[in-house]
């Protein structure tokens, strides 16, 4: 029987997915206790998770349009920060920051590699920025960088018009590496296919890999469904987002909580 995640737990995952991320030899123990069995919805081996996606719309970064597809992004690209809300933001790639006038200089962790262990560089970055630019969930948060400029292989600088506010925040695009016609990233989870099916496996390249639990994640079709709410209370994805930017609350159950979030 399949590891049993109470309603709870799942909800909290939520906001703490990246932190447990799975990576380890060993599955996690097969334990029963006595609340509903989890239904995987593809056949990938030791996944207790299953996270809603649509086939409708690509895995792409820089082309992905639904929310669906987009929430998936941080599991495999990371960015030079992730935004927060004191506008500073969270180191992820970068392993420091020098702000001085109207300008950031980015140094960047030494030992990264994508998922096919290229080592990262300040090239991945620029052609990341590149795409950004262009992109119209990151352009807006770049509109105020009037230049870039790589300073040797991990060093980067960025100059604002006027004093940046929040600069590091704005940093927050995923850093990519094009392999043939995909991209690579060096998050947590790589994408997979079973046959044609798709699912997330974690990525031995990651320099936390040691630290992870959860081997493979799988993915819950969504393409023609009017409502992911009705895949999770059939117990068909682990997680529920509702921004409620319809206006609208679903009461779930009564071990529903509220979860703080970066958006």
Do not use: H
Request: hydrophobic content about 35%; glycine content about 4%; some cysteine.
């Amino acid at each position: 029987m399949k590891k049993i995640i109470s309603l709870l737990l799942i909800l909290s995952f939520c906001v703490t997915l990246f932190a447990c991320d799975n990576g380890g030899n060993e599955t996690p123990d097969e334990t029963d206790n006595g609340d509903w069995e989890y239904v995987l919805p593809t056949p990938v081996v030791n996944a207790d998770i299953s996270l809603p996606f649509t086939s409708a719309d690509t895995f792409n970064p820089y082309q992905a349009k639904s929310k669906l597809n987009r929430n998936l992004i941080p599991l495999v690209y990371e960015a030079l920060y992730s935004a927060t809300e004191d506008g500073y933001g969270y180191p992820q790639l970068a392993l420091s920051a020098t702000e001085k006038d109207n300008s950031v200089t980015i140094k960047l962790k030494q030992g990264v590699v994508f998922s096919d262990g290229t080592a990262l560089s300040a090239e991945n970055v620029r052609y990341s920025y590149e795409l950004a630019q262009k992109n119209v969930y990151y352009k807006n948060n770049l509109k105020n960088i009037t230049e870039f400029k790589v300073v040797d292989n991990f060093t980067l600088k960025f100059t604002f018009s006027g004093t940046p506010i929040a600069p590091l925040n704005a940093l927050s695009f995923p850093i990519v590496l094009k392999n043939g016609d995909v991209f690579l990233g060096t998050g947590k989870y790589v994408l997979k296919y079973l046959e044609s099916t798709p699912y997330f496996e974690v990525n031995r390249k990651n320099r936390d890999y040691s630290s992870s639990w959860n081997n493979q994640i799988a993915l819950y079709d969504m393409a023609g469904s009017t409502s992911e709410v009705y895949a999770f209370k059939a117990n068909k994805i682990s997680v529920y987002n509702d921004d409620l930017t319809d206006g609208k609350y679903e009461n779930l159950s009564s071990k529903t909580v509220s979860v703080p979030t970066n958006n």
